[in-house]
């Protein structure tokens, strides 16, 4: 297997870096990499910073390992290789009556990338974080291939579980699906009025899937507004298909200029009918969206973008309010801003989920966009929440540190397991996570 040098970035192309990536089609090829020493794997590269970047150094690209290897219908246990992605999951198993207990934003994230950041969906608040629904994982160490599962390796497992690939190299995994009525969304859409309203409607909610669109250029009375979505699976129904589309080149700097935001805003809140409705959507659509826009990314220009996400606890809803207020009236806001209940499950020590409200809003790659996103960090911190490492691509250690308490449990883990440091990453780095001081 070939080492290529090749310029990548995260998906907010923000941040790049410059290194040796190796593509292994086979678990063989991937032991004889590894005979070599150990090297950060990556997937699609769908975080947003800097979390699968490795400037300077390698990475194992893993992709081609993405085989579905065994299922048992019985238990809803399927065993898949790191590579494969949730959403060629769900399409697969989504008509057989079954769905990954836990989703992403994208499709396109790959098992190993939901383990590593312990990934959470719309049902957080019923089902917990993607590795709670892991029964076990293969990994590669500096000392060989282990296998690791909640129960038995209960320290190993929580130290993986969102510990960002710094235990070692993910080979596959074992998960427990859950049964779905069928592989279409029922969902109701229901407009939003102001802060207040969505924080009730999110607390109200009964529904198996929830989420929030949030109009971040929304300032004053209308605050907050937005329009909650509640899903459940259905089957016998025929969605209406939306074909894909694709950026094909990079948009001009002015297209997510503040007046154009704000229409776009506008239209999409109005899309829906004051008194609300009811669709069916094929499952992609509902849990994917964005996925139906190919390299959408490329709408915020060559320069890229940054994404605040935070979750704050239930009673720091004021200060999570007080935080839109200040992305409201900044004017730097894009179209793309969601607002969730989060519930208390998180399988590892680094896992971001608290119970509580998490808000994420995207900016265009701009000096002032960059200074807010730093002083909405502050406040989330003060507020007692914190940051979400799939997502972040400018925070600071010292911050993170007081964000997640469980930090030297995972520390002395992840020493055990690669006491060389070959694992280390640019956010490893930049946030100095593994560093005891």
């Not at 990556?42 to 910073?49: I, L």
């Not at 009964?206 to 300032?219: H, K, L, P, S």
């Not at 899309?271 to 659509?285: C, E, M, N």
């Not at 930090?407 to 956010?427: C, I, M, N, S, Y």
Request: glycine share 12%; with cysteine; hydrophobic share 40%.
């Amino acid at each position: 297997m070939l080492w290529k040098t090749a310029d990548y970035a995260g998906w907010g192309r923000a941040l790049r870096a410059t290194g040796e990536i190796a593509r292994p089609e086979r678990r063989r090829a991937l032991d004889d990499i590894l005979k070599d020493g150990l090297a950060p794997a990556v997937g699609m590269r769908r975080s947003y910073g800097d979390a699968a970047l490795n400037d300077g150094g390698r990475v194992i690209d893993m992709t081609r390992l993405d085989r579905m290897l065994a299922f048992d219908p019985a238990t809803g246990v399927l065993e898949v290789e790191a590579g494969a992605r949730v959403g060629e999951i769900a399409a697969a198993f989504g008509p057989k009556g079954w769905l990954p207990a836990v989703m992403p934003g994208t499709g396109l994230a790959t098992v190993g990338g939901c383990i590593g950041q312990d990934v959470h969906g719309k049902n957080h608040h019923h089902a917990g974080s993607f590795c709670q629904h892991v029964a076990g994982l293969t990994l590669i160490t500096a000392e060989g291939s282990v296998e690791v599962t909640p129960e038995g390796t209960p320290g190993l497992f929580r130290a993986t579980a969102g510990g960002l690939g710094q235990t070692g190299v993910i080979a596959k995994a074992r998960l427990k699906l859950l049964p779905a009525k069928g592989d279409v969304m029922v969902v109701t859409e229901r407009r939003v009025e102001d802060w207040d309203e969505h924080i009730a409607r999110l607390d109200a909610s009964e529904a198996t899937y929830t989420v929030g669109w949030i109009d971040a250029t929304a300032t004053g009375a209308v605050l907050g507004r937005g329009i909650l979505e509640e899903g459940e699976t259905g089957s016998g129904l025929m969605p209406k298909r939306v074909r894909n589309r694709r950026v094909p080149i990079d948009a001009p700097h002015f297209a997510l200029a503040g007046p154009i935001v704000r229409a776009f805003n506008n239209a999409y809140y109005r899309r829906v009918p004051a008194s609300g409705r009811t669709v069916v959507r094929p499952i992609g659509d509902f849990f994917f969206p964005l996925d139906k826009i190919h390299d959408w990314n490329r709408l915020y220009g060559k320069r890229g973008f940054h994404q605040f996400q935070c979750v704050v606890p239930l009673e720091a809803a004021p200060a999570l309010r007080d935080m839109l207020d200040t992305i409201a009236t900044s004017g730097l806001a894009s179209p793309l801003a969601v607002l969730k209940r989060m519930g208390q499950g998180r399988a590892g020590f680094l896992s971001f989920p608290m119970e509580g409200y998490t808000l994420a809003v995207d900016f265009p790659n701009r000096a002032e966009a960059r200074e807010l996103i730093r002083r909405l960090e502050d406040r989330a911190a003060d507020a007692g929440g914190r940051l979400y490492f799939a997502k972040d691509s400018l925070a600071q250690g010292t911050a993170i540190r007081s964000m997640y308490p469980e930090l030297p449990d995972w520390q002395e883990a992840v020493a055990k397991a690669d006491p060389g440091t070959a694992l280390a990453t640019d956010l490893v780095r930049r946030l100095n996570l593994r560093s005891t001081r």
